[in-house]
């Protein structure tokens, strides 16, 4: 008896089941950060839907490479859903490999949720050191700038990394003076305190900076993963382009 063509036989189960498992399973991954954004979901059922969404793709990717093997090899080769399979499989790949990456990031940065320059009055002690030990460019900044002027590049900065200014206090040729804000993380949207300390010395003036995040244990992430340093280190990098274009009238 003649075998009906593949396009005539019906498609690969396992594949069919496997895509659309990656297809729920990126889309869980994708979008639990912007629903914890807009209001949508607390943090915690945020960070469950990604952490069930990962177990989903683990399933997903299983089904997908025994329908890509199902669709290769064997009595069924040829028949529909090779093509689902392998996007499939790679959806899986991606959510997969993301989420253990932020797992990785998350097991080697400290458990700490509160950096702070050196120099920066009040700092937690413990965080110090080990902002020093693990995050040693994290320093304070020396500005060949008044107060005033090195305020005023300070809120430029601030703007231009979209930051929320809450408080701001401009200092005096004696008196320190500070900018306060809030910093929201791209994808879930997490808040931070930003405080920008900005005291004469000498001739010139010294920011310190500290960055606390608003959530840590007690939301079931023990470390900021390095956010709170990258953004001191994202604010230094972006006040030094201000401050080389002020150098040259710009």
Known sequence: MPTAPSSLRPPSLLAVWGFWLAVISGAMAILAGPAHKIGLLPLATALKALEVGTYIGIAAGILCVAGLIQT??????G????NRALIGIVICVFVVGFVLSLAEAARTTPKIHDIS????????AANLVAAREIYPDVQSIMVDAGPTEAFSRVERTAQALRWRVTE?????????????????????GLEADVIVVVSPDGDGTRLDLRSTSRFGAKDGIESDMGANANRILRFGAIFADITDDANHGR
């Open 79 to 82: 028949i529909q859903g090779r």
């Open 72 to 77: 290769s090899v064997g009595p069924w080769k």
């Open 168 to 188: 701001r206090d401009v200092p005096t040729a004696t008196t320190p003076g500070r900018l306060v804000a809030i910093d929201r993380s791209a994808w879930f």
């Open 117 to 124: 320059t050196a120099r920066y009055p009040g700092g937690d």
